[in-house]
């Protein structure tokens, strides 16, 4: 840092004046726009990448958890819009793995998002926030195009940029980490080629990754591990490697997660190659373009959803549907301490049984300093150990879909008059 500043002044101009601004097209960011396109709203959906999905697609995640809790599906209408479409068998709904082919999902939405109705582009990422008072006047993006810079105005605006960008540069309050700031790892998930399945056996891979450890095939040791999944035919979708403490919102952190993953991937493809049946021959196609964050800011809202609402499987008059998924809360650093601690909750006390749920109430989409925005995905009001459970992509539907509804309910921008009753009504109506 110089220490020294610029005043920056510029005119730009209001491309779009719409009832909803939705910024992040991501599984939450797609569903809050349909929602309120369906809902009657003029809508301007905006994305950094040039697809959307976001995790999902971008970030090659390569799985959808917490569909269901053993009874029903999870997630609300949008959830299932999407299973139908990426035509997952009804019977998968229940498990607690249902796998993605990343480029059909990324076409599923092209079409969903062009059916609703709402305007959106592509490669537009939010520079910044004219907020006066608790109420967002513009956001302002930016763009490869002529212009460079653009405003777009709007009644209601829904960050959905899963780091809470939007909200955070209004002036909302927001949590980062556990009480000593510390944030779950992040992974950079991958795609790999000439796989045989039917070598590969899941139950001996903790034992083979013991054994890789223990020959020092690693610069970093990582207990928990993840793994592959079989997204196609002879090809696998790579869920493994953490950087610890990586935080979304400083460029730095960021910059330096990036090169040491990409150097910890080459690691990996040895293990798989020499220690893994079925992936002798195994190669690396590609890393993802979008960095996995699992947490980054959390906002603050008019309620913060906790663990003891987990445990209790609270309910609330405000709720806007129900939720399942174990606390997911992954190691915070490498030791195996902290695995164990992990493999504890995350397979013990923090996770249900059939049937049960706990209940999402509507507060906590609503950022507690602001008047006419909401949140949705991964940066809503909760804990620490809810966002790793609530973070998930159904979770993110649930969240998405409810506050998309919402924002088209609420004609003259006050989030806070608009009822929870209302939200599921419509919800209901949408399956
Ligand atoms: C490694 C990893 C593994 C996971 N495994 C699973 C799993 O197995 N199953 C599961 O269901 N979930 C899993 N999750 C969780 C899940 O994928 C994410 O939490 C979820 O996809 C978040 O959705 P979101 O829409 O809130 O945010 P994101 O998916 O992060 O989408 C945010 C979108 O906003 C865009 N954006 C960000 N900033 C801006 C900006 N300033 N301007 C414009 N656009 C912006 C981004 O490009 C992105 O497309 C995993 C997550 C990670 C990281």
Redesign the pocket.
């Known amino acids: 840092m110089s220490g020294k500043t610029i005043t920056f002044k510029r005119e730009i101009p209001i491309r779009h004046e719409v009832d909803v601004c939705v910024?992040?097209?991501?599984?939450?960011?797609v569903a809050a726009a349909t929602a309120a396109a369906r809902a009657g709203a003029k809508v301007f959906l905006?994305?950094?990448?040039g697809c959307?999905?976001?995790?999902?697609t971008?970030?090659l995640?390569?799985?959808?958890?917490?569909v269901g809790n053993g009874m029903r599906v999870m997630g609300g209408p949008f959830c299932n819009e999407i299973l139908k479409a990426m035509d997952i068998p009804s019977g998968a709904y229940d498990r607690e793995?249902s796998y993605i082919d990343a480029e059909k999902l990324k076409r599923v939405y092209d079409e969903i998002i062009t059916d609703c109705g709402c305007i959106f582009a592509l490669e537009?990422?939010?520079?910044a926030v004219e907020c006066e008072n608790g109420i967002i006047k513009s956001a302002i993006?930016t763009e490869c195009g002529d212009e460079s810079l653009f405003a777009v105005n709007a009644k209601v605006f829904i960050d959905?940029?899963?780091?809470g960008?939007?909200a955070a540069w209004a002036g909302a309050d927001f949590a980062v980490g556990n009480a000593r700031g510390i944030v779950m790892p992040?992974?950079l998930?991958t795609a790999w080629a000439n796989i045989d399945w039917d070598k590969f056996d899941k139950s001996q891979l903790f034992s083979q990754l013991l054994q890789a450890i223990d020959d020092g095939i690693f610069s970093l040791n990582d207990w928990h591990h993840?793994g592959m999944f079989p997204v196609g035919k002879g090809i696998a979708g790579g869920?493994f490697g953490h950087i610890y403490n990586l935080r979304a919102d400083k460029t730095a952190s960021r910059t330096a997660g990036w090169l040491d993953i990409r150097k910890r991937t080459a690691e990996f493809q040895t293990f798989y190659n020499r220690y893994v049946p079925g992936f002798q021959r195994a190669e690396l196609v590609a890393t993802a373009a979008?960095m996995?964050?699992?947490e980054c800011r959390r906002i603050t809202g008019d309620y913060i959803l906790t663990v003891d609402d987990f445990k209790n499987k609270a309910r609330f008059d405000d709720e806007i549907g129900q939720f399942a998924y174990g606390v997911d809360i992954h190691p915070l650093d490498d030791t195996k301490a902290e695995f164990e601690r992990f493999q504890r909750e995350f397979y013990g006390n923090l996770r249900y049984k059939a049937g049960e749920c706990y209940g999402v109430p509507y507060r906590v989409l609503i950022p507690a300093k602001l008047k006419n925005c909401l949140t949705?995905?991964?940066?809503v009001s909760t804990d620490q150990p809810m966002e790793a459970s609530i973070?998930?992509?159904?979770g993110?539907y649930l969240t998405?879909y409810a506050a998309g509804t919402a924002a088209a309910l609420a004609k003259d921008g006050d989030v806070r008059k608009i009822q929870a009753a209302e939200i599921r009504n419509i919800m209901e109506e949408n399956g």
């Open positions: 910024t992040g097209g991501g599984a939450a960011g905006a994305e950094a990448t959307f999905g976001g995790l999902g971008a970030g995640v390569p799985a959808f958890c917490g793995f537009v990422r939010l520079a993006f959905a940029t899963g780091n960008d939007l992040s992974t998930c993840s869920n979008l996995g964050v699992r949705a995905g991964r940066c973070r998930v992509m159904p993110c998405g």
